[in-house]
């Protein structure tokens, strides 16, 4: 597709589930980065690919949250016994060789 | 030093005016400078950037001027319209081998114009 994509858009889920989010990204870009954006807030970085693996993982808040992109295109965030306070907007965005970062459209996860 | 301070938090402006919105930054480090527009129910779209080499871009209405010194920079809109209304976020990263890397984005500012 033209742009990055993202896969459920919306998630509703109950506290202590696990749940997974999928990214797909603008067609050969190597960079790949997920963002959590709290309602009335800025995004907040979690997570950096260049091509398969992880090259900056600082803002993973702890260790229920990780994320895979093991052919180097698709990824997918996971987050294992999820919390009220997790909460948010998920954004996925890629970058090709003009450093530029391309957002989709955001999964909103809700932890009943 | 991470952290990119916005301002102001909500703007109102009338159609036709200028709408301004500064950001500031600590890590000397930064060497990229994108603005994003995002609408309700939307992801962030990238407007315009800068790079600290030169203090001004200009994209149609859209004007980055950047003080190096101060550690500042700012978005121009000219000719606001209704369909400007959203909101703004600054960010800043150090770029990584062409790819670019983290974004710490700003708390942003909603953008309201009145027709």
């Known amino acids: 597709g033209a742009g990055v994509s993202q896969t459920p858009s919306n998630k509703v889920t109950e506290k202590g589930k696990y749940v997974e989010l999928r990214c797909d990204p603008i067609s050969g870009h190597t960079a790949l980065y997920w963002y959590r954006q709290s309602l009335g807030q800025g995004p907040e970085f979690l997570i950096y690919?260049?091509?398969?693996?992880?090259?900056?993982d600082s803002g993973l808040p702890n260790d229920r949250f990780f994320a895979v992109r093991p052919e180097g295109s698709v990824s997918t965030l996971k987050i294992q016994r999820t919390e009220r306070g997790d909460s948010a907007v998920y954004l996925c965005a890629s970058s090709g060789g003009s450093g530029e970062q391309f957002f989709g459209p955001g999964t909103r996860l809700t932890v009943l | 030093q991470q952290q990119v301070k916005q301002s102001p938090q909500s703007l109102i402006v009338q159609k036709g005016g200028i709408s301004i919105i500064n950001c500031a930054y600590e890590?000397?480090?930064?060497?990229?400078f994108p603005w994003y527009q995002q609408f309700p129910g939307k992801g962030p779209a990238l407007l315009i950037a800068i790079r600290p080499d030169v203090s001004e871009k200009k994209e149609g209405r859209f004007t980055i001027s950047f003080n190096k010194s101060a550690k500042q920079f700012s978005l121009h809109i000219m000719d606001s319209q209704p369909g400007d209304s959203a909101t703004y976020f600054c960010a800043a990263s150090i770029v990584i081998y062409n790819q670019g890397g983290k974004l710490i984005f700003g708390q942003g500012t909603e953008l309201s114009v009145k027709p």
């Open positions: 890590n000397t480090a930064f060497d990229y």
């Open positions: 690919f260049q091509g398969t693996g992880a090259a900056d």
